[in-house]
């Protein structure tokens, strides 16, 4: 069973800051990739970063130079610094972990954390 707790969203100005943590919990060993997701109001899920345990990252074109992916591996947390942010970063925010055990992928996902940019 794993678990993923997401915190650090809310409600901020445009040009402003946030950032969001996701504490992962269970049966994590191995190779895995952690990353954010957003879903705005009608739209699909989309990715905004991810990061290996291996600290490789990847990240939309639409956030590239103004959010930060980051993970402690000792914590099992990853981490997503907002900066500059603008209204159309209003999302739900979703943890998620990818992870392998032998030839078999699990994905889990957070319960999702609110972000709002006011303009």
């Known amino acids: 069973q794993v678990q993923l707790l997401e915190s650090g969203g809310g409600l901020v100005q445009a040009g402003g800051s946030l950032r969001l943590s996701c504490a992962a919990s269970g049966r994590i060993f191995g190779s895995n990739v952690m990353g954010w997701y957003r879903q705005a109001p009608g739209e699909k899920r989309e990715l905004v970063a991810t990061i290996t345990n291996g600290g490789i990252t990847d990240y939309a074109d639409s956030v590239k130079g103004r959010f930060t992916i980051s993970r402690d591996n000792a914590k099992n947390t990853v981490y997503l610094q907002m900066n500059s942010l603008k209204a159309e970063d209003t999302a739900i925010y979703y943890c998620?972990?990818?992870?392998?055990?032998?030839?078999?992928?699990?994905?889990?996902w957070g319960q999702g954390t609110q972000v709002t940019v006011s303009a």
């Open positions: 998620n972990l990818l992870r392998r055990e032998g030839a078999i992928s699990y994905t889990h």
